[in-house]
C-alpha cells in the first residue's frame, strides 16, 4: 500500500506545476490604461488590466493556479488593457458596474485585501471612483 501511494504521489507531482487557465503571466502590456493611475492602480489594475504586479506567492504552486485563476476571471469581466476594444454600449455598461461594485464595496473583494491591505479603497477615492465612471458615461 505504502508503494502505491508513494508511486501515485510521485506520478501526481509534475501536475503542480500545470496551470489549467493558460498563459495569464504571459499577457503584458506597457500601453497606459485608460483611467486615472491614481485612482486605479493599486486597487484594480492586478486584476483588471494585463499591467498585474504578480506577487511571489503567484509562482507557488498550487497558490499559483489559484492567483492565475482570480486574475484570469478579473480580466474576463473587465480588462482596462482592452478598453478600445470594447463597444460603447459595453463600456457604458461597464462604467455603470464600476460605480455601482466600488460604491457597495463589493470591490476589491474581501479575500483580496486580506493579502492587500493597501488596496482598500478609501472613502473619498470611492466618491472619486463613482464621479469618474458616472462622467466618463456621460462622455460614450
Not at 11 to 29: D, I, M, N, R, Y
Not at 64 to 81: I, M, T, W, Y
Not at 129 to 139: H, Q
Request: aromatic fraction near 10%; proline fraction near 9%; hydrophobic fraction near 35%.
Amino acid at each position: 500500500m505504502r508503494k502505491l501511494i508513494l508511486f501515485a504521489s510521485l506520478l501526481s507531482a509534475p501536475l503542480l506545476l500545470l496551470h489549467p487557465f493558460g498563459p495569464v503571466k504571459e499577457q503584458h502590456s506597457k500601453d497606459p490604461l485608460p483611467v486615472p493611475e491614481e485612482l486605479f492602480g493599486k486597487t484594480c489594475q492586478n486584476c483588471h488590466s494585463e499591467k498585474t504586479a504578480w506577487p511571489w506567492y503567484s509562482y507557488v504552486p498550487p497558490v499559483s493556479s489559484l492567483v492565475e485563476r482570480d486574475v484570469q476571471k478579473g480580466r474576463q469581466h473587465l480588462n482596462f488593457s482592452r478598453w478600445n476594444q470594447y463597444s460603447d454600449q459595453e463600456r457604458r455598461e461597464l462604467l455603470a458596474k464600476i460605480a455601482a461594485e466600488v460604491r457597495s464595496k463589493q470591490m476589491p473583494p474581501a479575500r483580496y485585501l486580506a493579502l492587500h491591505p493597501e488596496a482598500r479603497i478609501l472613502d473619498a477615492d470611492i466618491r472619486r471612483i463613482y464621479d469618474w465612471a458616472k462622467k466618463e458615461r456621460r462622455r460614450e
